[in-house]
T-cell receptor, first 114, second 112 residues
Framework: DQQVKQNSPSLSVQEGRISILNCDYTNSMFDYFLWYKKYPAEGPTFLIS?????DKNEDGRFTVFLNKSAKHLSLHIVPSQPGDSAVYFCAARISSGSARQLTFGSGTQLTVLP | ETGVTQTPRHLVMGMTNKKSLKCEQHLGHNAMYWYKQSAKKPLELMFV???????ENNSVPSRFSPECPNSSHLFLHLHTLQPEDSALYLC???????????FGPGTRLTVL
């Protein structure tokens, strides 16, 4: 049973518009969430994160929103650029105890059209 | 050399071969990880090492054997693999197990 789900395998957006990538989780013990970006032939690179004590974190064009009651987070990219085309992975972890490993979603392929 | 490096980048092996994947991190981190990424699936954590000690083994078959001689190097020894083991194998490191992980480029493994 997947504890972190990215239900959209792909998303296409026009350059300059907003990209919204979604992620749902089932484990209410997760208290830290991360987004990674992966280009072909490269490993995932860390993009942005958010702690469960916050509902929003912004870094330049990237904003992550967390809705704990809905167990949902989203990544907003605005404005989208062709170089943002990549696979985006959502990940979650429990920060304390022995289970401090990341649980990843299956990824969403974002294509930004020029 | 910076970040996390992995060799080889591509590997084709038969089911009876023995091969090893190598990972090296130049970030001064203490925790290292092996992940498997199959097509259309989430990254699957295989092994976690913290200060050279294995702390997690997520029910990985014994045909995969990790080795961590020091905090900078991590190996994955492969023997008698199956075609379904074909995947991208990613290494990652972090300062501590709970910290943000930094990934290598991966080894694309094909088992014939």
């Amino acid at each position: 049973d997947q504890q972190v789900k990215q239900n959209s395998p792909s998303l296409s957006v026009q350059e300059g518009r907003i990209s919204i990538l979604n992620c749902d989780y089932t484990n209410s013990m997760f208290d830290y969430f991360l987004w990674y970006k992966k280009y072909p032939a490269e490993g995932p690179t860390f993009l942005i994160s958010i702690s469960s004590i916050k509902d929003k974190n912004e870094d330049g064009r990237f904003t992550v929103f967390l809705n704990k009651s809905a167990k949902h987070l989203s990544l907003h990219i605005v404005p989208s650029q062709p170089g943002d085309s990549a696979v985006y992975f959502c990940a979650a972890r429990i920060s304390s105890g022995s289970a401090r490993q990341l649980t990843f979603g299956s990824g969403t392929q974002l294509t930004v059209l020029p | 050399e910076t970040g996390v490096t992995q060799t080889p980048r591509h590997l084709v092996m038969g089911m009876t071969n023995k091969k090893s994947l190598k990972c090296e991190q130049h970030l001064g981190h203490n925790a290292m990880y092996w992940y498997k990424q199959s097509a259309k699936k989430p990254l699957e954590l295989m092994f976690v090492y913290n200060f050279k000690e294995q702390t997690e083994n997520n029910s990985v078959p014994s045909r995969f054997s990790p080795e961590c001689p020091n905090s900078s190097h991590l190996f994955l020894h492969l023997h008698t693999l199956q075609p379904e083991d074909s995947a991208l194998y990613l290494c990652a490191s972090s300062a501590r197990p709970a910290d943000t992980q930094y990934f290598g480029p991966g080894t694309r493994l094909t088992v014939l």
